[in-house]
C-alpha cells in the first residue's frame, strides 16, 4: 500500500505543478461571473440559472481533468522511459498501476473540492443559505463517478496507441452515457428484436455514469438523497471501477513495456 | 557463495510487426555468473544483447527460455529488485520533481522508514554533490547533473547490486571520474556493480571480471588480466577479435 | 521595394487600417440589421434553441421534474404549464408520462433517487423568478416569439409584483413585433389591471383589436380566444370607468363570437338593465 500510495502523491504532485487545473477554474469563475453579472429584470436573486451553470462547467471541467490527465500517465511514462528506473524498483505492474489510478482519482477530487467551495460561494451569495450536506452528498457522488471515468481511460490508455484517441474515445462515451445512459431502455422497447435484446443487455452492462449526476436536486433544492442509496450508488460505481482496473492490470501485464 | 547475478541458458527472443512477425533473437544460450562484491563488465558492440539481458535481470522482458536469478531469486519476482539499483543509459525520470522529491519518492518505493529516510536521501545527495540544487525542479538539470541524479536515485537503498547501463555516457571527463570513484567505493564496501560500457579503458582499469557478447551469444567470460595474458593482446583487440573485426588493410 | 523599407511599412499599415475599418462599418452595420451576437453565432437555428430553452423554463417551473424527449410524445398544439397558469380557467390536469412508481427495470428505480421524482411547482412566494433568465433567452434567441413576452409579462406582473419590468418587457416585445395584438393585450391589461390608467388602457386595447380585425378577421380559422379577452378586457374596463354604453358595445361583440353565447347575454342584459334604471341624484 505504501507502494501505491508513494505513486499516487508524484501524480498529485505533478497535477499541482500543470497548469490545467487553474486555467479550468478562473475559466469557471470568469463563465460563472458573467452570467452572474447579467441582469434579470432588475432582480438579484435569481440563483438557480447561476447555479445550474455554475454546476455544468465544474461537470465539464472535471470531465477534461480527469480524462486528460489519466490519458497522459501511461503513455508518457513510456515516451519519457520514466517506467524503467521505476519498475526496476520493487513494484509489480498492478501495483503501478493501482498508483495512477489513485494519483488521478486524488487530484480530481482535491480539485472538485475547490470548484464545490467555489459553488457554495455562488448559491450563498444569493440564497444566503447553505444546504452543506446536500453539497457533500453531490461532491462525493460526482467523485466516485469520477473513479469510474478515470479506471475506464487508464485501461484506454493501455489498449490504444495514442493518448489523443483515447482521450477523445472516453470523452464521447462519458458524454454518450451522461446524456442518453437512463433512456436506452426507452429506446429499446420501440426497436425490434434482435436489437431490442442487444440494447437491452448494453442498458444493463454499461455504467451508469447519470445515476451520479444529481445537479437537478441541487439546483432546485431537493431533499437529501438517504444515505442508503449513495452507499449502494458507491458499491456500484467501485465495483465498475474494479473491473475496470482489472481488466487494465491483466492487459499492461502482456504487453511488453517499449 | 550464492552468485550476486546467475543467469543459464538464457535465451531471449523478440517478435516483431517490421520483421514480419519473425522472430528475432537478442540472446541465446547466455551463462554466466557475476559473484558478491565484484565489478563486472558486460560489454559488446550495439545490437550484441547486452541491454536485453539487462532487461530480463530488470524484470522488464521476461526470459523466452532458461533462467535469471538476482541474490538466488528469479528475476520475475518483485522481491528480487528489494536490494537492486538501476541506472539507466538516459536519464529517465519525472522532470517536474525535484531531486530531493525524486529521491523521497523512491525511498517511499523502497519502504525506508521515514525517520530513516531524510538522512538517506541527504547522504546520497551530498554523495553525488547535488545537495546545492536539490530544491530545483530536474528539469532545470544540465545533463551531467541529471545523470548524478539518475546515481543517486540507484542508491537510496544502499543496494547491494548496482546495474549500470553506459555509466558514464554523455559525461565530461571530471564527471567520469566521479562515476569510477563512486564504483570504486562501492566496491571496497563490498557491493557488487554490473555494467555495460563501451569505454573499454574504463573497464580496464576498474572491472574485476568481464563478459564480451556478441550477436547474442557469450564470446568470452573471465577476469581482465588473464583474457588479456591469453589472447596476448590489449582489452580492445581482445574484444575486437571476438567480435569478429576485421581491420582494413 | 527593398530600398524603401519605410515606404513598404507605411503601405502595409495604411492597407491595415483601411481593411480593419471598412470591417468595422460593416459589422456595425450588419450588427444594426440583424441585431444580437446569438443571432450572429447560430443563425436561424437559434429558434429550435429558443423552443428548448422556453420547455426549459417550463422544467424550472416543476423544479427539473420534467419529460425528456425519449418519453411520451406530446402533441404539437399541447401547452406548457407555464403558459396554461397564465390563462384564466387552466386546470392542473398535468400529466408527465408515466407516473414516478412505474418503472420499467431495477435500474430505472434505483436511478429515481438521483433526480427529481415528483410533480412539483414554484409555488413560494417569488420563487416563480427562477423562470426568468430562460424566458429572457428564450426572447433573446427568437423575438418573433410572441408568446414568450406575454407569458413573462404574466409572471412578472400576476406573481412577481415587477409590473415596471413586465412593462418593459411588453415594450420590447412590440419593437419586435410592432403588429402583435397579443403583446398590446397584455400591455392593456397591465395598464387597465396594475396601474388603473383607463384611457392609456384603452387606447392600447383598441390598438389590439384593430390589429386583430386586419390580421385575423379574413381568416377562415380566426383567433377568437384572443379577440374576446382583449374585448371582454375593454368591456370590463369601460365598465369599471362608468362607460356603461361602451361596455355593452363590446360585450355585444363578444356574443358574436362566444362559444357560451347564453352566458354572454346575460350579462348584456344586466347592463341594459343598469342603463334603463333611472340615474339617482346626488345626495
Not at chain 1, 500500500?1 to 486555467?23: G, H, P, Q
Not at chain 1, 467501485?238 to 481488466?247: G, K, M, P, V
Not at chain 3, 418503472?103 to 433526480?115: M, P, S, T
Given at each position: 500500500m505504501n507502494?501505491?500510495?508513494s505513486l499516487?502523491k508524484?501524480?498529485?504532485?505533478e497535477?499541482v505543478?500543470r497548469?490545467?487545473?487553474y486555467?479550468?477554474f478562473?475559466?469557471?469563475?470568469l463563465l460563472?461571473g458573467t452570467a452572474g453579472s447579467?441582469?434579470l429584470?432588475?432582480?438579484r436573486?435569481i ?5 445550474e ?6 461537470w ?5 481533468m480527469?480524462?486528460?490527465c489519466?490519458?497522459?500517465q501511461?503513455?508518457?511514462e ?5 517506467i ?5 524498483k520493487p513494484?509489480?505492474?498492478g501495483q503501478?498501476?493501482?498508483?495512477k489510478f489513485?494519483g488521478?482519482?486524488?487530484?480530481v477530487?482535491?480539485a472538485?473540492?475547490?470548484f464545490?467551495?467555489f459553488?457554495g ?6 440564497e444566503q ?6 453539497y457533500l ?12 471515468v478515470v479506471?475506464?481511460t487508464?485501461?484506454?490508455?493501455i ?9 477523445t474515445i ?5 458524454a ?10 426507452k429506446?429499446a422497447l420501440g426497436?425490434p ?7 437491452y ?5 454499461i455504467?451508469?455514469?447519470e445515476?451520479?449526476?444529481v445537479r437537478?436536486?441541487i439546483i432546485?433544492n431537493?431533499e437529501?438523497?438517504?444515505?442508503g442509496?449513495v ?6 460505481a467501485a ?7 482489472l ?5 499492461f501485464r502482456?504487453r511488453p513495456?517499449n | 557463495?550464492e552468485?550476486?547475478?546467475?543467469t543459464e ?9 517490421e520483421?514480419?512477425?519473425a522472430?528475432?533473437v537478442?540472446?541465446?544460450g ?6 558478491p562484491?565484484e565489478?563486472?563488465?558486460?560489454l559488446?558492440?550495439?545490437g550484441?544483447?547486452?541491454?536485453s539481458?539487462?532487461?530480463?535481470l530488470?524484470?522488464?522482458?521476461p526470459?523466452?527460455s532458461?533462467?535469471?536469478r538476482i541474490?538466488g ?5 518483485p522481491?528480487?529488485?528489494?536490494r ?6 538516459q ?5 517536474f ?13 523502497f519502504q525506508?522508514p521515514?525517520?530513516?529516510r531524510?538522512a ?6 551530498k554523495?553525488v554533490?547535488?545537495?546545492h540544487a536539490?530544491?530545483?525542479?530536474l528539469?532545470t538539470?544540465?545533463?551531467g547533473?541529471?545523470?548524478r541524479?539518475g546515481?543517486a536515485?540507484?542508491l ?6 548496482l546495474?549500470l547501463?553506459e ?10 571520474m566521479?562515476v ?7 566496491k ?8 555495460s ?18 550477436q ?7 577476469r ?9 593482446a590489449s582489452l ?8 569478429g ?5 | 521595394?527593398?530600398?524603401h523599407?519605410?515606404?513598404?511599412f507605411?503601405?502595409?499599415l495604411?492597407?491595415?487600417f483601411?481593411?480593419?475599418g471598412?470591417?468595422l462599418v460593416?459589422?456595425q452595420a450588419?450588427?444594426?440589421e ?9 443563425g ?11 420547455l426549459?423554463?417550463d ?5 427539473g421534474?420534467?419529460p425528456?424527449v425519449f418519453?411520451?410524445p ?7 404549464h407555464?403558459?396554461?397558469?397564465t390563462e384564466?380557467?387552466?386546470d392542473h390536469?398535468h400529466n408527465?408520462?408515466h407516473?414516478h412508481?412505474q418503472?420499467?427495470d431495477?435500474?430505472?428505480a434505483?436511478g429515481c433517487h438521483?433526480q ?7 409555488e413560494?412566494l417569488?420563487q416563480?423568478?427562477?423562470?426568468l433568465p430562460w424566458?429572457?433567452l428564450?426572447?433573446e434567441?427568437d423575438?418573433q416569439?410572441v408568446?414568450?413576452?406575454?407569458v ?10 415587477q ?12 419593437r419586435?413585433?410592432?403588429?402583435s395584438y ?10 387597465a389591471?396594475?396601474?388603473?390608467d383607463?384611457?392609456r388602457a ?9 390589429k386583430?380585425?386586419r390580421q385575423?378577421a ?5 383567433d377568437h ?8 378586457q375593454l368591456?370590463?374596463l369601460e365598465e369599471?370607468?362608468g ?7 363590446h ?10 353565447p347564453a352566458?354572454?347575454q346575460?350579462r348584456i ?6 342603463l ?6 346626488p345626495?
Amino acid at each position: 500500500m505504501n507502494t501505491i500510495w508513494s505513486l499516487a502523491k508524484v501524480v498529485v504532485l505533478e497535477m499541482v505543478r500543470r497548469k490545467d487545473f487553474y486555467v479550468l477554474f478562473i475559466l469557471t469563475v470568469l463563465l460563472t461571473g458573467t452570467a452572474g453579472s447579467v441582469n434579470l429584470f432588475n432582480d438579484r436573486s435569481i440563483v438557480r440559472y447561476l447555479k445550474e451553470i455554475c454546476l455544468l462547467l465544474i461537470w465539464l471541467s472535471s470531465l477534461v481533468m480527469a480524462i486528460t490527465c489519466t490519458a497522459r500517465q501511461i503513455p508518457m511514462e513510456r515516451e519519457q522511459r520514466t517506467i524503467f528506473p521505476l519498475l526496476a524498483k520493487p513494484v509489480t505492474r498492478g501495483q503501478f498501476l493501482l498508483g495512477k489510478f489513485l494519483g488521478c482519482w486524488l487530484a480530481v477530487g482535491m480539485a472538485l473540492a475547490v470548484f464545490y467551495f467555489f459553488f457554495g460561494l455562488v448559491s450563498a451569495s444569493r440564497e444566503q443559505q447553505w444546504p452543506v450536506l446536500n453539497y457533500l452528498q453531490a461532491a462525493w457522488l460526482h467523485w466516485v463517478m469520477l473513479g469510474v471515468v478515470v479506471a475506464f481511460t487508464l485501461l484506454g490508455s493501455i489498449v490504444f496507441a495514442a493518448p489523443s484517441s483515447n482521450g477523445t474515445i472516453c470523452f464521447v462515451v462519458s458524454a454518450g452515457i451522461l446524456l442518453l445512459g437512463r433512456h436506452l431502455n426507452k429506446v429499446a422497447l420501440g426497436l425490434p428484436q434482435p436489437w431490442q435484446s442487444l440494447l437491452y443487455g448494453s442498458y444493463f452492462v454499461i455504467p451508469h455514469l447519470e445515476l451520479f449526476d444529481v445537479r437537478e436536486l441541487i439546483i432546485h433544492n431537493w431533499e437529501l438523497i438517504p444515505w442508503g442509496m449513495v452507499g449502494l450508488a458507491t458499491l456500484y460505481a467501485a465495483a465498475y471501477a474494479a473491473a475496470f482496473l482489472l481488466a487494465a492490470i491483466w492487459v499492461f501485464r502482456r504487453r511488453p513495456l517499449n | 557463495m550464492e552468485p550476486t547475478v546467475a543467469t543459464e541458458n538464457l535465451r531471449v527472443e523478440y517478435r516483431s510487426r517490421e520483421l514480419g512477425l519473425a522472430t528475432k533473437v537478442a540472446v541465446q544460450g547466455l551463462s554466466l555468473t557475476v559473484a558478491p562484491g565484484e565489478v563486472f563488465g558486460f560489454l559488446g558492440p550495439n545490437g550484441a544483447g547486452k541491454t536485453s539481458t539487462m532487461n530480463v535481470l530488470l524484470g522488464f522482458v521476461p526470459p523466452s527460455s532458461g533462467a535469471a536469478r538476482i541474490f538466488g531469486v528469479d528475476v520475475r519476482e518483485p522481491i528480487a529488485r528489494q536490494r537492486i539499483g538501476y541506472l539507466p543509459e538516459q536519464t529517465y525520470y519525472y522532470k517536474f520533481l525535484t531531486a530531493e522529491e525524486l529521491l523521497h519518492f523512491y525511498a517511499g518505493i523502497f519502504q525506508i522508514p521515514p525517520a530513516e529516510r531524510s538522512a538517506r536521501v541527504d547522504q546520497v545527495l551530498k554523495l553525488v554533490e547535488l545537495d546545492h540544487a536539490r530544491k530545483r525542479q530536474l528539469k532545470t538539470y544540465s545533463k551531467g547533473m541529471q545523470q548524478r541524479a539518475g546515481l543517486a536515485q540507484a542508491l537510496i537503498n544502499n543496494p547491494d547490486l548496482l546495474i549500470l547501463d553506459e555509466p558514464t555516457s554523455g559525461l565530461d571527463p571530471i564527471g567520469r571520474m566521479k562515476v569510477r570513484e563512486i564504483i570504486q567505493r562501492l566496491k571496497d564496501e563490498g557491493k557488487t556493480v554490473f555494467f555495460s560500457s563501451h569505454e573499454l579503458g574504463e573497464v580496464e582499469t576498474i572491472c574485476d571480471r568481464v563478459a564480451i557478447l556478441h550477436q547474442g551469444e557469450l564470446k568470452a567470460e573471465g577476469r581482465v588480466a588473464d583474457l588479456v595474458a591469453q589472447h596476448a593482446a590489449s582489452l580492445e583487440q581482445v574484444f575486437l577479435k571476438l567480435v569478429g573485426y576485421q581491420p582494413q588493410p | 521595394m527593398s530600398s524603401h523599407p519605410l515606404l513598404v511599412f507605411a503601405l502595409a499599415l495604411a492597407v491595415a487600417f483601411a481593411a480593419g475599418g471598412r470591417l468595422l462599418v460593416e459589422e456595425q452595420a450588419l450588427r444594426r440589421e440583424t441585431g444580437s451576437v446569438l443571432k450572429h453565432l447560430l443563425g436561424e437555428s437559434r429558434r429550435a434553441f429558443a423552443l428548448h430553452v422556453f420547455l426549459k423554463a417550463d422544467a424550472y417551473f416543476h423544479q427539473g421534474f420534467y419529460p425528456s424527449v425519449f418519453d411520451a410524445p406530446v402533441a404539437p398544439e399541447a401547452k406548457t404549464h407555464l403558459v396554461e397558469a397564465t390563462e384564466d380557467n387552466h386546470d392542473h390536469q398535468h400529466n408527465h408520462g408515466h407516473a414516478h412508481n412505474q418503472h420499467r427495470d431495477w435500474l430505472e428505480a434505483f436511478g429515481c433517487h438521483f433526480q427529481p421524482a415528483e410533480h412539483r411547482h414554484l409555488e413560494g412566494l417569488g420563487q416563480a423568478r427562477e423562470i426568468l433568465p430562460w424566458l429572457r433567452l428564450a426572447a433573446e434567441l427568437d423575438p418573433q416569439r410572441v408568446e414568450t413576452y406575454t407569458v413573462t409579462a404574466y409572471w412578472l406582473r400576476e406573481r412577481l409584483n415587477q409590473v415596471k419590468e413586465a412593462e418593459s418587457f411588453l415594450r420590447e416585445g412590440l419593437r419586435a413585433n410592432p403588429d402583435s395584438y397579443e403583446i398590446l393585450f397584455e400591455l392593456g391589461r397591465l395598464y387597465a389591471e396594475n396601474d388603473r390608467d383607463v384611457p392609456r388602457a384603452r387606447i392600447v386595447l383598441e390598438l389590439a383589436i384593430e390589429k386583430w380585425l386586419r390580421q385575423e378577421a379574413s381568416k377562415v380559422s380566426p383567433d377568437h380566444v384572443s379577440y374576446r379577452q382583449t374585448l371582454g378586457q375593454l368591456a370590463a374596463l369601460e365598465e369599471r370607468a362608468g362607460n356603461l354604453e361602451r361596455a355593452l358595445a363590446h360585450y355585444i361583440r363578444i356574443y358574436q363570437v362566444s362559444p357560451n353565447p347564453a352566458t354572454v347575454q346575460k350579462r348584456i342584459e344586466e347592463l341594459r338593465a343598469k342603463l334603463a334604471a333611472p340615474q339617482k341624484p346626488p345626495p
